[in-house]
């Protein structure tokens, strides 16, 4: 059995952070974020190798995960030759594939039992079974009604109010039958949300839903990047390093960390990190791979990428910044700023 990764967007939601650095390889502490989304696929020990559908710098990402090895999951690469959205993305990945494959959106974060989702598909014999989460607003998604057997009636794009019949959101999982994969068209732009889906509830055949109740979240924003961070912190998502103790200082073996440095938890610092006499790191702040946080510099709520450099008497708060940035003494950086790589704020300017 065979899964696909829709990885091929260019992450704009998330720039500046993606211009350099595709999504799927968008860190999440110390790992790329891929690896999580590989580590949920490995419940299935049917699946014996991961397509990965890019189109955005398909290199930076193979120069990370090979042929799957270090994640002890055998990975195959596939690069679209133009955007062919998902739809357009499974077909053309998908071209070969004779049994039930299981599709991601690169962008989903979860925790969903992928066993009982095959379990359901298979015991419907559904042509398609798709996952969906709960969500708090409705009205800010598009909403998929189901009946009470579980099977998909119709899908709400972003309804009025009083239109609003359910709470449920496609969250980006399915298995599907590749003999369905015909009816998309062959290397063009096509939607698997809003053309392919449609047309199994025209025809009448199985197309069914497994509601999860678990945690779930779209990174593709800097908010929701934020958020994933904090997540995990508080053991709402539990993996690596954390462990769902409240207020955790995680501090890697090989970072240094002077006496008169200040650590609150729940925070993070990654291995070859420096923390200088006086530093501060503030609660749900991430400091990364060989960063330095100079004396009397403060971190606080923000997340750092790899080889930083926070100067003395700076100030990072609520703020995301991406590799080899360099913040001037006295600098003030605040208000949800997202830097991308190469920044430079030069000593005592304020943004």
């Known amino acids: 059995m065979k899964a696909i990764m829709l990885a091929g967007g260019k992450g704009t939601r998330l720039r500046p952070l993606t211009i350099h650095t595709p999504k799927p390889i968008v860190p999440i502490f ?37 042929d799957g090895t270090d994640a002890n999951i055998a990975i195959r690469y596939v690069v679209e030759p133009a955007p062919l959205g998902t739809g357009g993305a499974v077909r053309y990945a998908g071209e070969t594939l004779r049994e039930s494959v299981v599709v991601f959106n690169g962008d989903v974060m979860t925790n969903v039992d992928l ?20 969500v708090e607003n409705p009205s800010a998604y598009g909403l998929v009604e ?12 972003k309804p009025d109010p009083d239109q609003i019949t359910c709470n449920t959101i496609n969250a980006g999982i399915y298995v599907l039958e590749p003999d369905t994969f015909e009816r998309i068209p062959k290397d063009v732009p096509w939607s698997i949300e809003r053309s392919f889906f449609p047309s199994l509830i025209e025809r009448g055949e199985t197309f069914v839903a497994y509601t999860d109740q678990g945690y779930w979240i779209d990174i593709g924003t800097p908010e929701k990047y934020v958020q994933v961070h904090r997540d995990i912190m508080d053991g709402r ?21 002077d006496d008169g440095a200040v650590l609150e ?8 990190a420096v923390i200088k006499h006086g530093a501060r790191i503030g ?44 913040i001037g003494r ?14 430079v704020v030069t000593d005592f300017s304020r943004l």
């Open 237 to 257: 998502y539990r993996t690596t390093p954390f462990t769902g103790e409240p207020n955790q200082i995680w501090v890697s073996p090989q970072a240094r960390v």
């Open 146 to 157: 189901t009946d009470g057997a579980h099977n998909i009636v119709r899908f709400l794009e």
């Open 330 to 343: 006295n600098a003030t950086v605040d208000k949800h700023a997202v830097l991308g790589d190469k920044s």
């Open 265 to 272: 938890g729940p925070c993070f610092v990654d291995e070859g």
């Open 115 to 134: 066993q009982a989702v095959l379990r359901l598909h298979r015991e419907r014999k559904a042509k398609a079974t798709i996952v969906l989460t709960p």
């Open 283 to 326: 609660p749900y702040s991430v400091v990364g791979r060989h960063c330095h946080v100079e004396e009397h510099a403060v971190v606080d709520r923000s997340i750092v990428w790899a080889n930083s450099r926070i100067s003395q008497d700076a100030v990072v708060r609520n703020a995301v910044l991406g590799r080899h940035t360099h």
């Open 30 to 66: 110390e790992r790329p974020f891929l690896h999580y989304q590989l580590d949920l696929l490995k419940q299935l020990p049917e699946i014996d190798e991961v397509i990965l559908s890019l189109n955005y710098q398909p290199r930076r990402i193979e120069e990370i995960f090979g």
